[in-house]
């Protein structure tokens, strides 16, 4: 079952407008991942967060994570249209054995960014 | 794509008929993970591997096995195909299964099961 869940589901904003989506998620979590893909394409990593940190910066994307919410935020700063793409949180569960750690990822937030 | 290929990249097959999908990484990574990503569902682990022969089932694996004979190759195999496995597959490696590593995804192979 889905550990982490977006929202919104899809998002539309002009070119240079910020866009913030949030990730909720179940059980606790050693960290959480947010993903990119393309259409058509494999995703790609975005940044990592681990759970003793509140908040991450990489270029123009600000991740912040509440553990006593279970809750993530991405945001993406002065928008262009090639951020246009789906976004993905991921968070990590252990197996049976607790040594091999898992991704479970939400459905995503389509992020439509116009020119 | 970080060295993945998968191929075949698209792939049409008649139900109960065999697939074999491959993914191959030039990274020599330990861990390599089979997903499939299904619209309304995201992306669902199927297997993974953890080491050469060392495979476990992830949530999704009824009607798909795996294998694992070298450290580049980590095979996906539906044995007998069903119009319920038509979905896109992507392939992912990490260089450790433990905690705070991102795994990197391969192009994807889109399957559809008539």
């Known amino acids: 079952s889905q550990q982490g869940e977006e929202d919104p589901q899809a998002l539309s904003i002009q070119e240079g407008e910020n866009a913030t989506m949030n990730c909720s998620y179940k059980?606790?979590?050693?960290?959480l991942q947010w993903y990119r893909q393309n259409s058509g394409r494999g995703l790609v990593h975005l940044i990592l967060i681990r759970s003793n940190e509140r908040e991450k910066h990489s270029g123009r994307l600000r991740v912040t994570l509440d553990t006593s919410k279970k809750s993530s935020s991405l945001l993406i700063t002065a928008s262009r249209a090639a951020d246009t793409a789906s976004y993905f949180c991921?968070?990590?569960?252990?197996?049976?054995?607790?040594?091999?750690?898992?991704?479970?990822f939400g459905k995503g937030t389509l992020l439509t960014v116009n020119p | 794509d970080a060295g993945i290929t998968q191929s075949p990249r698209h792939k049409v097959t008649e139900t109960g008929t065999p697939v074999t999908l491959r993914c191959h990484q030039t990274?020599?990574?330990?861990?390599m993970y089979w997903y499939r990503q299904d619209p309304g569902h995201g992306l669902r682990l199927i297997h993974y591997s953890y080491g050469v022969k060392d495979t476990d089932k992830g949530e999704v694996s009824d009607g798909y096995s795996v294998s694992r004979s070298k450290t580049e190759d980590f095979l996906l195999t539906l044995e007998s195909a069903t119009s319920s496995q038509t979905s896109v597959y992507f392939c992912a490696i990490s260089s450790s299964g433990g905690r705070s590593y991102e795994q990197y995804f391969g192009p994807g192979t889109r399957l559809t099961v008539t």
């Open positions: 990274e020599n990574h330990r861990y």
């Open positions: 991921a968070t990590d569960v252990s197996d049976s054995g607790g040594s091999n750690y898992k991704l479970t």
């Open positions: 059980t606790s979590i050693n960290n």
